[in-house]
């Protein structure tokens, strides 16, 4: 089992495939090496012959000089230049280096007679060849007629072969020992390499592990190689968004129990009300029972709403705005707060501008509302006073909700907002919260941009306002048209 893991090790595998490739390419390179090297290296012996033969004969031609430079640099390579000639058909003479006939049963005159006769006949300038001279000897030459000293001749270069053997020779053994650094180099460096791809992934898996047994401290590494970076801040992207959700879970859950509240005390108080005072009447339980249906639709809108709070806050989902008279959603939330301020003996004083018309979403802000005049209610003072004011000013629309409490400490005006926070002191409220109420109330109206706060003064009570853009009855009837 361990076998098998580690021959899927990315190292393991990485380290291998290395070694593959790099025994692939010294397999590759001794091929060529075997298979064309002769053939490689003759190509360029010929070639040489060629043009050397070219620079003696043009030297020969223009002053009948042997060019001895030329000749000088062939002998350096292994080449030796020399000019014969065949007076007649049994004898050939060697007309440089130095003048010397050769006898028909010479070494020489067997071979290139033989060339002569066989290669270089009518229109034949040049040719070149092998020609083994003993057993294991043998050379490559270039023949080509020559005018030498007003003489019919043939310079003729001949290459020994024996260079070629001792070449290889030192080819091989630089070969083998090129093959063997080669092959200890890749080991080390494939191993090297393969440990330091694989070792930011194995940092990974453990920093993965970690966050996986709950350590929310674990963080990807984003420095390394570019795509190991994108993957940690993928990860650690990924982090971010989970424990997103998962606050996001938390709170929709205590946001669902805060919220389900409130509609359930005023289903509550109006079943009484209508058990003890206005069962009889018919037209006033027909008026409470309305007003317990239309919570109980608050309640089912409220459970989605919630749902989509929670993703409001996540910034999933885009509000759905619409123009409403924002007059007549405060008038309502207040009928609906009518039980609970006359039964506790609160002296509601508003001042509501009649049909100020806005854009946003009219639930969210029905919910902002009923927030806001809860907490009045819950937090005014002695005098139970709570105010609610609506009025437009160049085009602005304020709200304001104003209690004569206590108040808030300047420096808990900003943690007010914040969730779960709540005042420590505790007092007797005939709505019961959990400290959710403003943090739902903030991040409605930040994601409509409303302006909104709280000017408070201890012991004088608070006012939270906000201030809404009013549409223009004009736009809004040109838009009705359109
Ligand atoms: P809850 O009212 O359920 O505690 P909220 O989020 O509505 O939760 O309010 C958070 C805190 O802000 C309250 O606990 C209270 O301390 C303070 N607060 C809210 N409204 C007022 C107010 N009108 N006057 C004084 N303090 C307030």
New binding site residues.
């Given amino acids: 089992m361990k076998l098998k893991n580690n021959l899927k090790n990315l190292r393991f595998n990485i380290f291998i495939y290395f070694l593959i490739f790099t025994v692939a390419l010294i397999f590759i390179v001794w091929i060529l090496q075997a298979v064309f090297f002769e053939s490689n290296y003759k190509n360029v012996r010929y070639q040489t012959m060629r043009t050397y033969s070219d620079i003696i004969k043009q030297g020969i031609d223009f002053n009948g000089q042997v060019n001895e430079s030329a000749v000088l640099t062939l002998k350096e390579n292994g080449i030796d230049a020399i000019i014969l000639t065949t007076p007649n058909p049994n004898s050939i003479g060697v007309l440089y280096p130095r003048p010397q006939y050769v006898t028909p049963q010479s070494q020489l005159y067997e071979i290139y007679s033989n060339i002569l006769n066989n290669y270089m006949k009518e229109g034949v300038t040049s040719f070149s060849g092998e020609q083994s001279f003993t057993q294991n000897k043998t050379a490559m030459y270039n023949i080509s007629r020559v005018e030498y000293k007003n003489d019919n001749a043939y310079l003729l270069l001949i290459s020994d072969m024996q260079s070629l053997d001792e070449i290889a020779k030192v080819m091989r053994f630089q070969l083998i020992m090129t093959t063997l650094i080669v092959i200890v180099l890749s080991l080390f460096f494939s191993w090297l390499i393969a440990g330091r791809l694989s070792s930011p992934i194995n940092e990974m898996s453990k920093v993965a592990k970690k966050w996986a047994s709950g350590d929310e401290n674990a963080t990807f590494n984003e420095i390394g190689y570019t795509e190991i970076t994108e993957l940690a801040k993928t990860l650690n992207y990924a982090k971010t968004e989970k424990e997103k959700s998962q606050v996001l879970q938390r709170d929709l859950l205590a946001n669902v129990s805060h919220d389900l509240k409130t509609p359930l005390t005023m289903i509550k108080a109006y079943a009484e009300t209508i058990k003890d005072i206005s069962g009889e009447n018919k037209e006033k339980r027909t008026k409470h029972t309305e007003i317990i249906i239309d919570e109980a639709d608050r309640l089912t809108s409220l459970v989605n709403d919630i749902l989509n709070l929670s993703k409001l806050q996540a910034k999933v989902l885009p509000l759905e705005k619409t123009n409403f008279n924002l007059s007549k959603t405060v008038e309502d939330v207040l009928l609906k707060f009518e039980p609970i301020l006359k039964n506790g003996g609160y002296v509601l004083v508003n001042k509501i501008q009649p049909n100020v018309m806005v854009n946003a979403n009219e639930q969210k802000i029905e919910e902002v509302i009923h927030?806001l005049i809860g907490?009045?209610i819950?937090?005014t003072g002695e005098d139970k006073i709570v105010k609610v004011y609506l009025s437009v000013k160049d085009g602005k629309a304020s709200l304001e909700i104003i209690?004569s409490?206590?108040?808030?400490q300047s420096n808990k005006i900003d943690t007010?907002w914040e969730k779960y926070?709540?005042?420590s002191e505790t007092h007797q409220r005939p709505i019961k919260?959990?400290?959710?109420?403003?943090?739902i109330v903030k991040a409605i109206l930040l994601s409509h941009e409303i302006d909104f706060g709280v000017i408070?003064k201890e012991g004088l009570g608070?006012n939270?306002y906000a201030v809404f853009d009013v549409v223009n009855n004009n736009k809004l009837d040109k838009e009705l048209k359109v």
């Fill in positions: 927030n907490n009045a819950n937090y209690d409490g206590k108040g808030i007010i926070y709540r005042s919260g959990t400290g959710l109420g403003l943090s408070s608070s939270f």
